[in-house]
C-alpha cells in the first residue's frame, strides 16, 4: 500500500510570523515648546507741567513808610486749589487786591493766562471772579437783580444770566430768598450771594477772600462741594482763609505769607513736611506768648 506524501510542517516560528501582521508605529506628536518673549517695558514719561494761570513776579505795595507787601513771587498752576495764609496783617488781603486789579501795587507784576492785570485789565480780568473781603454790595437790589446785573456787565445774554441765576441760587440754596431785598439778608446769605455773583460767568480763576467767613457748616459743606467739582473741570481758586484746618483740608498747595513776604509755598504736603498746617504756620510766623500776668482776670468780680 502506498503511502501518502509527507508534507513538512512549517516552523512554529514561521508559521507565527505568517499569521501576525505588523500594526506601523504611529508617530508622537511633537509638542512645540514656546519660549517666553520678554514683554516690552513701556518708557516713563512724566506727566507735562501744568499751565501757570496766575503770576506774581516782584510784587511791592508800600503804605507810607509800611511795606505791606515786600516782593512776592508765586506761580500757580491751572486746575489749583491754592491757599494763602498768613497772621493778621500779613499782606494777604493787600495781595489778594492787587491779584484782582483792585490795588495798584508799587512794583512787579500780575498777570492771569499772560494777560497783564494793569496793561491789559479788559483781558485779565474777564478770567477772574472774586469775592473780596468785606464786600460792600448793592443792597437794595433784590438778590435777583444783584445776579441779573452781574451777569448782564459780565457781557451775558439775558436768557443765559436767567438760567445761571436759577441754578446758582439752587446750588447756594438761595431759591426762597431771590425776591428779597439784600439788606435783609443774614451775613451768611451775603456771603454766598457775592460768591454767586463771582462765579455766574464761569470765570477760570476765582479769588476768595474768606469765603466761609460767617457761613453756617452745612452751607459750607455745600459749598467746598461746589468749588472742588469747580477745580476738577479745570478752574483754579486761590483761597485766603485764618481756618488752617480748612484750608489744609480743602487745598492742595499752599503759601504762607509773614511780614508781607512768602515763607514756604508749595504742595500741601511738602510745605507741611509731616506737620498740621497750624503747627508749620506757629513754627514759621512765631510770635507766640505765654499768657503771664493779667491774674486779677482770675479773682471774679462780685
Same mark, same amino acid.
Given at each position: 500500500?502506498?503511502?501518502?506524501?509527507?508534507?513538512?510542517?512549517?516552523?512554529? !516560528?514561521?508559521?507565527?510570523?505568517?499569521?501576525?501582521?505588523?500594526?506601523?508605529?504611529?508617530?508622537?506628536?511633537?509638542?512645540?515648546?514656546?519660549?517666553?518673549?520678554?514683554?516690552?517695558?513701556?518708557?516713563?514719561?512724566?506727566?507735562?507741567?501744568?499751565?501757570?494761570?496766575?503770576?506774581?513776579?516782584?510784587?511791592?505795595?508800600?503804605?507810607?513808610? !509800611?511795606?505791606?507787601?515786600?516782593?512776592?513771587?508765586?506761580?500757580?498752576?491751572?486746575?489749583?486749589?491754592?491757599?494763602?495764609?498768613?497772621?493778621?496783617?500779613?499782606?494777604?488781603?493787600?495781595?489778594?487786591?492787587?491779584?484782582?486789579?483792585?490795588?495798584?501795587?508799587?512794583?512787579?507784576?500780575?498777570?492771569?493766562?499772560?494777560?497783564?492785570?494793569?496793561?491789559?485789565?479788559?483781558?485779565?480780568?474777564?478770567?477772574?471772579?472774586?469775592?473780596?473781603?468785606?464786600?460792600?454790595?448793592?443792597?437794595?437790589?433784590?438778590?435777583?437783580?444783584?445776579?441779573?446785573?452781574?451777569?448782564?456787565?459780565?457781557?451775558?445774554?439775558?436768557?443765559?444770566?436767567?438760567?445761571?441765576?436759577?441754578?446758582?441760587?439752587?446750588?447756594?440754596?438761595?431759591?426762597?430768598?431771590?425776591?428779597?431785598?439784600?439788606?435783609?439778608?443774614?451775613?451768611?446769605?451775603?456771603?454766598?450771594?457775592?460768591?454767586?455773583?463771582?462765579?455766574?460767568?464761569?470765570?477760570?480763576?476765582?479769588?476768595?477772600?474768606?469765603?466761609?467767613?460767617?457761613?453756617?457748616?452745612?452751607?459750607?459743606?455745600?459749598?467746598?462741594?461746589?468749588?472742588?467739582?469747580?477745580?476738577?473741570?479745570?478752574?483754579?481758586?486761590?483761597?485766603?482763609?485764618?481756618?488752617?484746618?480748612?484750608?489744609?483740608?480743602?487745598?492742595?498747595?499752599?503759601?504762607?505769607?509773614?511780614?508781607?513776604?512768602?515763607?514756604?509755598?508749595?504742595?500741601?504736603?511738602?510745605?507741611?513736611?509731616?506737620?498740621?498746617?497750624?503747627?508749620?504756620?506757629?513754627?514759621?510766623?512765631?510770635?507766640?506768648?505765654?499768657?503771664?500776668?493779667?491774674?486779677?482776670?482770675?479773682?471774679?468780680?462780685?
Amino acid at each position: 500500500m502506498d503511502s501518502e506524501p509527507v508534507v513538512p510542517e512549517a516552523t512554529s !516560528k514561521s508559521s507565527a510570523a505568517a499569521k501576525t501582521v505588523r500594526k506601523p508605529r504611529t508617530p508622537r506628536a511633537t509638542v512645540a515648546v514656546r519660549k517666553p518673549v520678554a514683554t516690552p517695558v513701556a518708557p516713563v514719561v512724566e506727566a507735562a507741567p501744568r499751565e501757570v494761570v496766575l503770576k506774581l513776579s516782584g510784587l511791592v505795595k508800600r503804605f507810607d513808610d !509800611k511795606t505791606a507787601v515786600a516782593g512776592i513771587d508765586l506761580e500757580i498752576a491751572t486746575g489749583s486749589f491754592f491757599g494763602i495764609v498768613g497772621p493778621n496783617g500779613a499782606g494777604k488781603t493787600t495781595t489778594l487786591s492787587m491779584i484782582t486789579g483792585l490795588l495798584r501795587p508799587d512794583a512787579g507784576t500780575v498777570t492771569v493766562h499772560g494777560a497783564d492785570v494793569w496793561s491789559d485789565p479788559v483781558v485779565a480780568k474777564r478770567k477772574m471772579g472774586v469775592l473780596p473781603d468785606r464786600l460792600r454790595m448793592f443792597d437794595r437790589l433784590t438778590g435777583a437783580q444783584l445776579l441779573y446785573y452781574s451777569g448782564i456787565l459780565r457781557g451775558l445774554d439775558k436768557t443765559t444770566v436767567r438760567i445761571r441765576t436759577a441754578d446758582l441760587a439752587s446750588a447756594f440754596g438761595l431759591e426762597d430768598s431771590l425776591d428779597r431785598l439784600v439788606t435783609d439778608y443774614s451775613a451768611g446769605m451775603t456771603k454766598k450771594l457775592a460768591l454767586a455773583a463771582a462765579m455766574i460767568h464761569s470765570p477760570r480763576v476765582l479769588v476768595l477772600d474768606e469765603p466761609f467767613e460767617s457761613v453756617d457748616p452745612v452751607s459750607a459743606a455745600n459749598v467746598i462741594d461746589i468749588l472742588r467739582k469747580y477745580v476738577a473741570a479745570g478752574g483754579t481758586i486761590i483761597i485766603s482763609s485764618h481756618t488752617m484746618n480748612l484750608i489744609e483740608r480743602v487745598c492742595d498747595s499752599v503759601a504762607v505769607i509773614v511780614n508781607g513776604a512768602v515763607l514756604a509755598s508749595g504742595p500741601m504736603a511738602e510745605v507741611c513736611d509731616g506737620k498740621t498746617l497750624e503747627e508749620k504756620f506757629v513754627e514759621l510766623a512765631g510770635g507766640r506768648k505765654a499768657a503771664e500776668g493779667m491774674e486779677w482776670l482770675h479773682t471774679f468780680s462780685d
